[in-house]
Each structure stands twice: as structure tokens, then as C-alpha cells.
């Protein structure tokens, strides 16, 4: 049903006492007269002065004036990006870094067992999240250039908006893509016109995206205003700039918006491990991107799956083969499909260096999977987008495999599919949240599904 807006409330406060985080990021509590309301930089337990800034019949939603209680689960942030006084002017990067990281864990767990249950209709108790260290947990940051007064900035996007938020540091990132952002930042003191100006169009460089493995290599793309400038003296001045800077620095790559990865200097790949395997990683293939926890996910999934030498497994949306690899080490005979052809490359690749058999073919997951019949596989494992599985499910009981491991990054898209699964014959049986992004609203989670007998 939709809801009719009301008019505006601006200007208006209410006392909201907060209880819970929200799917969103937000804290979430209840006014005096019980309505609901949503907030940035709310935790469970706040007693607070709420500006509503739109309100509907059942819901609004509002930016805190004054904190009148503040939660015991409320702790310091120490990134000076995180302003919750002032909201506008704050990293949309993370939303919780105001929030205890055990309580943001509890919140976690709350978020998935919510949306399994009213959005996917199920039943199951969601297993308490695990994680690890809260902090220098990302390997990948893409890190954004914009000019303001004649000078150079790079950083971060503000919540919801294009506005860009200088970052001199992001405690969330490993120390060595921050020594990436040090050096960038000197260059463009430097040359503050190579920064592409978004009002003016000026400027040939968008974006820095630096990625760094678990064995410290690192790599840095620098995403161009256009095709044209690929090639150009700047471009190839700033790659060479880079490289003397960044010791680390294994490669530095070349990307239009919309167009293909080009080797400046170095190599296109990084190599990764996660329990005892070795993985090349391609500069524009998908890679989990918390390097701790990546190990412990594809435990999980062995485990959650019952994985046995001799199946046969079908792994979709498999990346450079992080799963597949891990359930043919474990003796199941594994094909993955996956669209982006580099990935499928380095996966081949990976195989063959960990010398294990897995057959790997470049494809879209839905039409791919429509060539398959009934005792193809005995195990699915799934690893989609944010948007879900949607389009693979129709085609998943003309296969029949006992099990169904589903590793998703919306708990929104996964209780959907849970729900389109049961329809199909396939009952969820375990779910457990993975906290993958401290300090933001993300969640990974791995659930089972069985088929029913």
C-alpha cells in the first residue's frame, strides 16, 4: 500500500527513544505517541531531540538536534570524516562508527532474522554474526577526485549526494591503500588541474581505485575522464609518480568510465590467498573485500554445504573461484560460471596453478544455467550481486540438487529468494551473518537451503 505524504515537517522536534539500527544505517526508535522514526547517527538506547524532515502515516524521518540520553553502546569514532554534528558534511562511507562493535554485530543478526521473517516468510533462527578486527579491514578503495577553490581534492562521496568530503585518512582501509592516498594527494598538490573538475569538465583525472592483497602487493587504477586521455603524457606522468611513491605498488592501470583496463606499468593482477590457496586476482575482478574474513566465508560454505568428494557442485557468479576452488580442494567435481571473462581467466588460471580440476565457463548465471538437467549437480552454490538471484531460480528445480548454498550481500534480496525458493521446493535451513564491513549497514550472509525430500 502507499502511503500518502504528509505536509511538511520541518521544524518540527519530537523526543525519540532509539532502540534499534536499521537495514538503512539508520537508528530507529519510537516518539511519544509511538510513531516510528528513523535517524543518522542514532544508537540503540539514545534519548534524543529529532528535526523531522519528512513524515509519512506510519514512519518519519529526521536529523537528531540534541541528545538528551546517551546509549551506553555509543563509543568514540576516530575518523575525523565522521561527523555526526553535521550530517551533511559526513563520509557516506560508514554509518555506524558511533556504535560499539558488538552492538553492531547484535544489530546485524536482528537486520537478517527481521527481513527472513517478514519479507521471506521463514522460520529458521539466524546464527549469531561473526566477524573480525573492526578497523584497516578494507583491501579496495575507490577514492574520488574533485576540485573546490582552485585546489585539488580526493576522497569520498557524503551520504546520498555528490558532494565530495576531502579525506586526509579511512581508518576502515588497510594502512597500505591510505599510503596510496598520501601519495596521490602529494601529486595533486602538485598539479591540481589534473583533478576532473565535475562543474567544468576539466580535468582528466575521475578516480583512484587501490587495491592491496593479503601479501601487500598493491595496485592502482587510475579512472580517466575519457578514452582520449588514456594514452596522454598526464596520465602516464601520474603513473610513473605513483609508482616511485608507493613502494608497494605492483601495477598501475588505466580505465575510461565505460571502457577497458589498460596496463600503464607492472602487472593487471594481484595474488591472494585464503587457506592454504593461492588466487590471481585481476584488477577489474571481483575479490571479497575484507581480506580476514574471505578465508572464514569459504570455510562456511564448505561447511554450511556438506561438501563430500565425488559430488558434483555448480558454482554461480564465481569470481576468480574463490568457493569453487575451495569445494574442489574438498574432492567435489566443480563448474563455475561467472560473465566477467577475466575473472573466468584468472580462475582457469588458479586451477591450474593449485593444481585442481574445475571446469570454469564465461556466461551469464540464467542462461547458463538453462542448458543444465536433473542430476547434474548435487550442490549449487550461489554468490550474487546486491540484486539477488532472481533470474537463476526458475531454473534451479530442473536440476534438482539436494543443496543450495547462498551466499548473499543483501538480506533484503536473500529473504525474496528464500521465499521464491520455497515455492520451489527448496526449505532454508541455516543463516549466518558475516560482518564483512564494520562501521557500515552491509551484511554478508550464508545460508542453506535443502530440497525437500
Given at each position: 500500500?502507499?502511503?500518502?505524504?504528509?505536509?511538511?515537517?520541518?521544524?518540527?522536534?519530537?523526543?525519540?527513544?532509539?532502540h534499534a539500527?536499521a537495514?538503512?544505517?539508520e537508528?530507529?526508535?519510537?516518539d511519544e505517541t509511538?510513531?516510528?522514526?528513523?535517524?543518522?547517527?542514532?544508537?540503540?538506547g539514545d534519548?534524543?531531540?529529532v528535526?523531522?524532515?519528512?513524515?509519512k502515516?506510519?514512519?518519519?524521518?529526521?536529523?537528531?538536534?540534541?541528545?538528551?540520553?546517551?546509549?551506553?553502546q555509543?563509543?568514540a569514532p576516530?575518523?575525523p570524516?565522521?561527523?555526526p554534528?553535521?550530517p551533511?558534511?559526513?563520509c557516506?562511507?560508514?554509518?555506524?562508527?558511533?556504535?560499539?562493535?558488538?552492538?553492531?554485530?547484535?544489530?546485524?543478526r536482528?537486520?537478517?532474522?527481521?527481513?527472513?521473517?517478514?519479507?521471506?516468510?521463514q522460520d529458521?533462527?539466524?546464527?549469531?554474526?561473526r566477524?573480525?578486527?573492526g578497523?584497516?579491514?578494507?583491501n579496495?578503495a575507490d577514492f574520488v577526485?574533485?576540485?573546490?577553490?582552485?585546489?585539488?581534492?580526493?576522497g569520498?562521496?557524503?551520504d546520498?549526494?555528490?558532494d565530495?568530503?576531502?579525506?586526509?585518512?579511512?581508518p576502515?582501509?588497510a594502512?597500505?591503500?591510505?599510503?596510496t592516498l598520501?601519495?596521490a594527494?602529494?601529486i595533486?598538490?602538485?598539479?591540481?588541474?589534473?583533478?576532473?573538475?565535475?562543474?567544468?569538465?576539466?580535468?582528466?583525472?575521475r578516480?583512484?581505485?587501490?587495491?592491496?592483497?593479503?601479501?601487500?602487493?598493491?595496485?592502482?587504477?587510475?579512472?580517466t575522464?575519457g578514452e582520449?586521455v588514456?594514452s596522454?603524457d598526464?596520465?602516464?606522468?601520474?603513473?610513473?609518480?605513483?609508482?616511485d611513491?608507493?613502494?608497494?605498488?605492483?601495477?598501475?592501470?588505466?580505465?575510461?568510465p565505460r571502457g577497458?583496463t589498460?596496463?600503464?606499468?607492472?602487472r593487471?593482477?594481484l595474488?591472494?590467498s585464503?587457506?592454504?590457496?593461492d588466487?590471481?586476482?585481476?584488477g577489474?575482478?571481483f575479490?571479497?573485500?575484507?581480506?580476514?574474513?574471505?578465508?572464514?566465508?569459504?570455510?562456511?560454505a564448505?561447511?554450511?554445504?556438506?561438501v563430500?568428494?565425488?559430488e558434483?557442485?555448480?558454482?554461480?557468479f564465481?569470481g576468480a573461484?574463490?568457493?569453487?576452488?575451495?569445494?574442489a580442494?574438498?574432492?567435489?567435481?566443480v563448474?563455475?560460471?561467472e560473465?566477467n571473462r577475466?575473472?573466468?581467466?584468472d580462475?582457469?588460471?588458479n586451477?591450474?596453478?593449485?593444481?585442481?580440476?574445475?571446469?570454469?565457463?564465461?556466461?551469464d548465471?540464467?542462461r547458463?544455467?538453462?542448458?543444465?538437467?536433473?542430476?547434474d549437480?548435487d550442490?549449487?552454490?550461489?554468490?550474487?550481486?546486491?540484486a539477488?538471484?532472481?533470474?537463476?531460480i526458475?531454473f534451479l528445480?530442473?536440476?534438482?540438487?539436494?543443496?543450495?548454498?547462498?551466499?548473499?550481500?543483501?538480506?533484503a534480496?536473500?529473504?525474496?529468494?528464500?521465499?521464491?525458493l520455497?515455492?520451489?521446493?527448496?526449505?532454508?535451513r541455516?543463516a549466518?551473518?558475516?560482518?564483512?564491513f564494520?562501521q557500515t549497514?552491509?551484511?554478508?550472509?550464508v545460508a542453506?537451503?535443502?530440497?525437500?525430500s
Open positions: 500500500m502507499i502511503e500518502k505524504r504528509l505536509e511538511s515537517t520541518k521544524n518540527q522536534s519530537v523526543r525519540v527513544a532509539f539500527l537495514a538503512g544505517g537508528g530507529v526508535g519510537r509511538g510513531k516510528t522514526v528513523f535517524a543518522p547517527f542514532a544508537a540503540p534519548v534524543a531531540l528535526d523531522l524532515q519528512s513524515e502515516a506510519s514512519f518519519a524521518r529526521g536529523i537528531i538536534h540534541e541528545t538528551e540520553v546517551f546509549s551506553p555509543r563509543v576516530p575518523c570524516q565522521f561527523r554534528e553535521t551533511l558534511l559526513s557516506g562511507g560508514c554509518s555506524w562508527q558511533h556504535v560499539d562493535l558488538g552492538a553492531q554485530r547484535d544489530a546485524k536482528d537486520i537478517v532474522q527481521s527481513a527472513l521473517t517478514r519479507i521471506g516468510g529458521v533462527e539466524v546464527e549469531a554474526t566477524g573480525g578486527a578497523y584497516a579491514y578494507r579496495k577526485l574533485g576540485r573546490a577553490k582552485n585546489e585539488a581534492q580526493i569520498f562521496f557524503a546520498s549526494s555528490h565530495l568530503i576531502d579525506a586526509r585518512v579511512c576502515i582501509q594502512t597500505k591503500n591510505e599510503a598520501r601519495a594527494r602529494e595533486l598538490s602538485e598539479n591540481p588541474n589534473w583533478a576532473f573538475d565535475a562543474h567544468s569538465g576539466r580535468g582528466i583525472w578516480r583512484l581505485v587501490a587495491r592491496v592483497s593479503s601479501a601487500g602487493e598493491g595496485l592502482a587504477t587510475l579512472v575522464s582520449a588514456i596522454s598526464e596520465i602516464r606522468q601520474i603513473a610513473h609518480k605513483l609508482r611513491k608507493v613502494p608497494h605498488l605492483v601495477g598501475v592501470l588505466a580505465q575510461a577497458e589498460q596496463i600503464l606499468w607492472g593487471d593482477y595474488m591472494e585464503a587457506n592454504g590457496l588466487f590471481r586476482v585481476s577489474a575482478a575479490w571479497q573485500v575484507n581480506a580476514e574474513m574471505s578465508p572464514l566465508l569459504a570455510r562456511a564448505l561447511e554450511v554445504g556438506r563430500q568428494g565425488g558434483k557442485a555448480l558454482d554461480l564465481c573461484g574463490l568457493f569453487a576452488l575451495h569445494m580442494r574438498a574432492g567435489a567435481l563448474t563455475g560460471i560473465s577475466g575473472a573466468v581467466r580462475a582457469i588460471w586451477a591450474e596453478h593449485n593444481d585442481l580440476r574445475a571446469e570454469f565457463r564465461a556466461g548465471a540464467a547458463e544455467l538453462k542448458k543444465f538437467k536433473k542430476g549437480f550442490l549449487v552454490l550461489l554468490d550474487p550481486p546486491r539477488g538471484a532472481r533470474e537463476c526458475d528445480p530442473q536440476i534438482a540438487a539436494q543443496r543450495i548454498v547462498y551466499v548473499s550481500c543483501d538480506p534480496t536473500l529473504s525474496r529468494d528464500a521465499k521464491l520455497a515455492a520451489r521446493g527448496y526449505q532454508l541455516r549466518i551473518p558475516f560482518d564483512l564494520p549497514a552491509h551484511i554478508e550472509v542453506l537451503f535443502e530440497r525437500d
